[in-house]
């Protein structure tokens, strides 16, 4: 980015400077996690519904940050410099507001439902030959995200491309105050978001106010309600409309539309000028988009029959960051999609987070930049070094010529094949692995070698998904309520480690297991957050000590064992332990009549501390129950109340799940337990749901597909026979994976091609058959068992059971992928 000196900055965000001015800024951070090499970075201290980053300055100024926007100046640091503003994420989107002013180069401005991202990043793949372009990072497009696109502008680019995403009304102007499009491009507007505003028509007209100031607007005119409102508007009505569609007054008309197996061929009529273009894609989204890119093309006084060949080698968007298990107990994080400096910082700081001490690095060359070859590897081995590789692997011509610029060990090979003749499992030991890299070099090889099961049924768990429905809940928290989540059962099924991992990367104050070996397994991969074990086994008291796990004491006798195993280990230091009272759920817990002597023995010993007292509510997600839950929290009040006077203590005090936070938020105490909320399931379905995202996606293939006859039979028991000519699909998932016989003989479905198709006769240990004799597909397909459709509320209701059964039945030999937005 430009470089600006703390005494511009001040001025520039109207703040109080104090420390020495003349200091240069051309980095920005926010979280103390992703400081690396922060020469020239400054700290901005944003304040959210749950974390100040004010608590996070000494974080930062450890590793390096001597810059600062703050709220207040704490006095304790010393050679720091801080500018004093009333409030950081402000005074960011100001100094965006002014870098933006500083240049004259068109800036095209993205907005919509869906879409943006696509329509960026393929006019990225076919513009960045003939302009220098600087656009979002990933899909950067919030209040925060826009301010930080826009500050990457620098004298070199010619032609921004940016992002604009609301979800809520009044939000869009402060984003075209920021970005200042000069051509605005509209997606597909659908109903996304549609929760905060009352109807569709609302949600244009505030899409609309990122085209306030523009010159040129591209969009579907077959939109006739948008085509309507733009039509009628003081401004956008006398602009320059570049429209696409089939009527004749599109600037872009539609003439005809053919698909194949692989590929569409899209006939356009402009200027009275037939073009007839190719895109290897053939569904309707890809289809329209590529329309939205072509329109674009003529808003920017481009020749759009020169692209006819960059259209037709368009390449997909990958818009996530894989993170999964790999050989030798090692972690593979997979961005192998697409490769330029803005995503492999985004890498790098995934990298980062994995606790694992090796670390490596394969990077091939990066294609798609007009940086000279010296200038683009020397910024790329800048943002490398600082990371400290334990080795590097360059694959490609270009970038091997530049491996001396690299410090860490470095390997380099023309080519995957070459790197892959040498390769060597052995050479793989408990490390974490980014692959990064261009897709023509077809690094997915190079994955496939390194993951630990290959199989086409995979358990896909979105990690950005999961803190997102996080924050959700903590939106109904106070900013001092402390939050632990579940992460027993291996996380609902989904996988201990790595969601642990990014709890702990997200602030999370505790961590819950249900018994001492799966805390034990967290902290041997490198989790240091407090981890409560809720069900502690006599047997399990050494590695409770051993592996610093916090136990649930919920009897006299397991306190008196506790205590006793202290003493054998010689434990000379309070150990914190975690109080259960019993107030109705009648499974475990102190009752009243333990009071005395529970009391009698923590006066008298100083071998543990008490670190939390709670409960567990039995009827939290049954609003008829309500009388109950405040019956419990009653109790819960006058138990706390006794051993807490007692002691003359004041330990943590927490009562709520997570259908508890929903339902009794005036009741959180000191901090809630967040469980299966966190993975987008809400008992609350009319006033949650609808805000939570479904984390978790259970999909596998179609294996073969046949075709049978009146009267032939399908699987065991020849318990389905077909009443006419049908088609019958092979999964190869059955019981033993997780999937209950019970959703068989018509009872459950899976989705196929965006439609549902019915589990057809016994479901066996491996495989289960679908009737698709309706559904247009092919072998190989992918299926959804759960996800989006069907959810998992759906098998819920199918099988008469709980969200929680659904998720710990999937089994370990599904493999595991965690991803990223």
């Known amino acids: 980015m430009k470089s600006y000196n703390l005494n511009q900055l001040a001025r520039i965000i109207n703040g109080t400077l104090i420390g020495k001015g003349d200091e240069i800024i051309n980095q920005i951070f926010f979280d103390s996690r992703m400081i690396i090499n922060p020469i020239h970075g400054i700290f901005f201290a944003f304040h959210g519904n749950q974390k100040d980053g004010h608590h996070y300055l000494q974080d930062a100024y450890q590793k390096g940050i001597r810059n600062f926007v703050v709220e207040k100046a704490p006095t304790n640091f010393v050679d720091a410099n801080f500018i004093e503003v009333k409030n950081p994420l402000n005074a960011l989107q100001v100094w965006a507001k002014y870098h933006r002013k500083q240049f004259t180069f068109p800036v095209i401005g993205i907005t919509g439902s869906n879409g943006k991202t696509i329509v960026k990043e393929w006019l990225n793949q076919l513009l960045w030959k003939k302009f220098s372009i ?47 499009p000069t051509i605005g491009v509209l997606t597909k507007i659908g109903e996304a978001h549609l929760e905060n505003f009352e109807n569709q028509e609302e949600i244009i ?64 009529l402009h200027n009275q000028e037939e073009f007839t273009y190719t895109i290897p894609f053939i569904d309707d989204a890809s289809i329209k988009n590529s329309l939205i890119c072509l329109t674009t093309l003529i808003s920017l006084n481009i ?55 090796k670390k490596s690095l394969v990077l091939t060359d990066i294609l798609q930049s007009n940086l000279s070859d010296e200038e683009l590897y020397q910024q790329t081995a800048d943002l490398v070094n600082p990371y400290h590789f334990d080795e590097i692997v360059l694959i490609g011509e270009k970038i091997s010529q530049f491996k001396h610029l690299f410090q860490s060990y470095v390997r380099s090979y023309n080519s995957t094949e070459e790197f892959l003749e040498q390769f060597k499992h052995q050479n793989v030991d408990n490390e974490a692995i980014l692959l990064k890299g261009s897709r023509p070099f077809k690094l997915e090889k190079i994955s496939n070698e390194l993951e630990t099961r290959s199989n086409d049924s995979v358990l896909e768990i979105n990690l950005q998904y999961l803190i997102e429905n996080i924050n959700v809940y903590r939106s109904l928290l106070k900013p001092t309520t402390k939050l632990m989540c579940m992460v027993k059962a291996n996380s609902y099924g989904t996988g201990s480690f790595e969601v642990a991992n990014m ?121 008829e129950e309500a009388d109950y839950v405040n019956y419990q929290l009653n109790r819960f009040d006058k138990s706390y109340a006794t051993i807490s006077e007692a002691l003359d203590i004041k330990p943590i005090k927490h009562a709520l799940n997570s259908p508890g936070i929903v339902a009794y938020s005036d009741r959180q105490y000191d901090m809630v337990r967040l469980g299966i909320g966190m993975y987008g399931y809400s008992e609350y379905t009319d006033f949650m749901q609808k805000y939570l995202k479904p984390v978790v996606r259970f999909k596998t293939v179609i294996s073969q597909i046949s075709e049978i006859e009146i009267g032939e039979t399908v699987s065991y028991g020849r318990r389905f026979t077909a009443e006419k000519h049908t088609k019958i699909a092979t999964l190869p998932v059955g019981y033993a994976d997780g999937i ?50 069907p959810t998992i509320a759906d098998v819920t209701k199918w099988l008469e059971t709980i969200p929680y059964e659904v998720l710990t039945s999937v089994s370990h030999r599904i493999k595991r992928v965690y991803y990223k937005e």
């Open 205 to 268: 007209f505030e899409k609309l106010k990122l085209f306030t100031h523009v010159d040129k607007l591209v969009y579907n005119i077959e939109n006739e309600k948008l085509h309507q409102i733009i039509l009628e508007d003081e401004h956008l009505s006398k602009i320059d409309k570049i429209t696409y569609g089939y009527t004749d007054f599109a600037t872009v008309k539609i003439n005809q539309i053919l698909s194949n197996q692989t590929n569409t061929q899209i006939s356009i």
């Open 740 to 789: 209950r016989r019970s959703l068989g003989y018509g009872k459950g479905k899976v989705g196929i091609n965006g439609q549902l198709a019915t589990i057809t006769g016994t479901i066996c240990m491996d495989m289960m058959m679908v009737d698709v004799t309706d559904i247009p597909c092919k072998e190989g397909d992918e299926v959804t068992i759960f996800g989006d459709s």
């Open 303 to 357: 020749d759009y029959k020169l692209f006819k060949e960059e259209f037709n080698q368009l390449l997909p968007i990958e818009m996530r960051l894989e993170i999964k298990e790999a050989i030798n107990n090692s972690i593979l994080i997979n961005d192998t999609f697409n490769s330029d400096l803005n995503s492999l910082k985004i890498g790098l700081n995934v990298l980062n987070q994995q606790p694992k001490e």
């Open 503 to 623: 709890l702990q990367n997200n602030g999370i104050d505790f961590l819950g297991v249900a018994i001492a070996d799966e805390g034990k397994e967290l902290r041997e991969a490198g989790i240091t957050v407090p981890i409560i074990v809720m069900n502690p086994e006599q047997s399990s008291y050494s590695t409770l000590i051993d592996y610093q796990l916090e136990p649930e004491i919920y009897s006299l006798r397991v306190l008196k064992l506790f205590i006793q195993k202290l003493q054998e280990k010689q434990i000379s230091t309070a150990y914190p332990i975690h109080l259960k009272m019993e107030t109705g759920m009648n499974r475990l817990g102190f009752h009243e009549d333990d009071f005395d002597e529970l009391i009698a023995i923590l006066k008298n010993n100083s071998q543990v501390e008490v670190r939390s007292i709670f409960t567990h509510l039995a009827t939290a997600d049954m609003p």
């Open 134 to 180: 600087v656009r979002s990072p990933k899909s950067y497009n919030s209040q925060f995200g826009a301010a930080l696109s826009i500050l990457q502008m620098e004298d070199k680019n010619d032609l921004g491309i940016f992002e604009a995403g609301i979800s809520m009304p009044n939000e869009m102007q402060n984003l075209e105050e920021i970005i200042q």
